[in-house]
Every structure is written in structure tokens, then in C-alpha cells.
């Protein structure tokens, strides 16, 4: 069983009275990448800030990699890496002096090793300012790695990016993983979270509405699997003496929401026995989060 790599009690950070994250727990298990999710706001930035060491907690306590937050900071931010929000660095130098420049600083890995991972070789001349926003991440995440850390923190990493960006990107997460780093991850990309995350806490207004793992979140509270029927007949009978929930549509449409896979999978064969016309929906971290909150999130974060 994997180890807790990072363990956060009751944390809590205030300013002037407002409260920004409020009593969180959770732990983050060594090897996976834990996505913390929510809109502009919710408090994720503060809450990554405090377990790299750059704020201190009002109250409560976290340890990363065994050290306490308030006491090991020094021991802290040598075994990390961190890429923040709005990733910046020098522009006037190459992307490969730019990591370089990291590993100098921080105990240095294979340089070119690293630059062939994340693909930053490929243009490794370029000056950080003439990159693009896909390129520029690259070079982030490649700073990160230099410091040979196991535990990484990405603060939004793909905020700005165009579609395709945006993909190879989480290509680049995955592989992270399979080297065997830990991948802290923050986003308001529902879709995102689906796709790399082995575990997601759903954060909202400082409090974490609750923690699991994306199958179980999607199981718990995604409002199940829609099959619709195009056509009456005997695939409607189907669906009514299957489903959970019977809805009618126009034109003759009927939709069977069903909460249980396995029901779900035995209607379908039935109804693909009758060679019947149908579309299947099956619930993702959007409906997760609108079942949740009562609201969903834009493509600029925030909360409508």
C-alpha cells in the first residue's frame, strides 16, 4: 500500500477575517496524482502555497514528505518541485538555459534527459519569450524535474492553452507519473480532472465538499447512465422495466436513467439483441460537480 506523502489536518488560513481555506484534511498518497478542484477563489492556490512553504497556516498543521510545514520549510523545499499559477520565468534566456539555470540551483539531474521528456529539446534555443504558452509549460514542468524532486506541484498548469496545448500537456502529467513522481494538481477543468487524475477533492468557498477517487465520484454522484431510445416498441418496455428513472422525450424518444452500471449493461444487451436505435450518456466530473455545488464552473473559472 502506497505511503501518505502529504497529510493535512484541520488547516485553516485567514486574512483580515476572511477566512480563504477553512479546517481542510486530506492526504495525498505517494505515486498519484491528486487534483484539487473548484472555481477562482475556492482557495486552492492558498492551500498549495501553504504545503510548498510559501504561507504559513492560521491554524492547523500539514506535513510534506514527513516534515511539518511550520517547522521543516528548509527540508520541504528541497524535495519539491513547484510550477505556479501564471508560470513565468526569464525571457531572454533559452529554454534550455532556463532549465539549466534550475538545476544549477537545486542539485542538478540529466539535463538532456529531462529536455528530451518533456520535449523541450525540440526547441531548446528558442528564448522563453517567443514560446508558446504550450512550449512555455514544457519548460515549466521541465524546471521541476531538474531538481530530481518526487513530489510536484502544478497550480493550474494548463489555464490559457489552446485544445491542443492543453493535450499534450496532459500527456506530459501522465508521464510524470509513470516516472514515479506524485502530481499535485490544481484546476477548474472538469474535464481535466476525468482524465488524470487517480483521486480529486472538489473545493469550494475554503471547504472541501469531498475527496475520492474519480470512478467513485462518478459512481456516488454523477446521476447515473442516460440511454436513450429513439424509437417505441418493445425497446421502451425494456427500459421501463430496467431503469430507475423513465423520462419522454419528443418525436417518440424515451431515456432510461439508470444509477447502476451493471443495469445499465444488461438493458444495452437486450436492447442491442433488438438491434433497437440508442444513444448512451454516461455521467463525468461536469455532473459531478453541478450535483454538488448546484452550479458549474466556465472556461475562465469562475463559478456560474
Given amino acids: 500500500m502506497s505511503k501518505d506523502i502529504i497529510e493535512v489536518n484541520k488547516l485553516t488560513k485567514k486574512y483580515d477575517g ?15 496524482i491528486f487534483s484539487l478542484v473548484g472555481p477562482n477563489g475556492a482557495g486552492k492556490t492558498t492551500t498549495v502555497e501553504i504545503l510548498e512553504c510559501l504561507k504559513m497556516p492560521t491554524s492547523g498543521n500539514a506535513k510534506v514528505l514527513g516534515h511539518d510545514v511550520k517547522k521543516d520549510d528548509d527540508k520541504i523545499k528541497k524535495k519539491i518541485g513547484v510550477m505556479p499559477q501564471d508560470f513565468n520565468t526569464f525571457g531572454r534566456l533559452s529554454a534550455e538555459e532556463n532549465i539549466k539555470l534550475m538545476g544549477d540551483l537545486y542539485g542538478s539531474g540529466n539535463l538532456k534527459e529531462i529536455m528530451r521528456k518533456v520535449g523541450v529539446d525540440k526547441f531548446k534555443n528558442k528564448k522563453f519569450d517567443e514560446l508558446s504558452g504550450g512550449m512555455k509549460t514544457k519548460v515549466g514542468i521541465g524546471m521541476t524535474l531538474i531538481s530530481n524532486a518526487d513530489l510536484l506541484f502544478l497550480d493550474e498548469p494548463t489555464t490559457g492553452l489552446d485544445p491542443h496545448a492543453r493535450r499534450e500537456t496532459w500527456n506530459l502529467i501522465k508521464d510524470l507519473k509513470k516516472m514515479g513522481k506524485t502530481v499535485f494538481l490544481t484546476t477548474h477543468y472538469m474535464e481535466e480532472v476525468e482524465y488524470l487524475s ?8 475554503g471547504n472541501i465538499e469531498v475527496i475520492d477517487t474519480i470512478e467513485n465520484l462518478i459512481e456516488h454522484y454523477g446521476g447515473g447512465i442516460k440511454v436513450n ?40 444487451i437486450k436492447l442491442f439483441q433488438l438491434d433497437s436505435k440508442v444513444e448512451v450518456q454516461e455521467a463525468g466530473m461536469d455532473e459531478v460537480f453541478i450535483r454538488l455545488t448546484g452550479g458549474k464552473i466556465d472556461e475562465g473559472g469562475e463559478l456560474v
Fill in 18 to 32: 476572511l477566512v480563504a481555506v477553512d479546517s481542510i484534511s486530506f492526504k495525498v498518497k505517494e505515486g498519484e
Fill in 229 to 268: 431510445v429513439l424509437e417505441d416498441g418493445e425497446a421502451v418496455n425494456i427500459i421501463n422495466d430496467r431503469a430507475d428513472e423513465v423520462l419522454k422525450g419528443e418525436e417518440g424518444t424515451w431515456t432510461g436513467i439508470f444509477d447502476s452500471k451493471k443495469e445499465a449493461r444488461k438493458a444495452l
Fill in 198 to 205: 487517480d483521486r480529486a477533492g472538489i473545493l469550494i468557498d
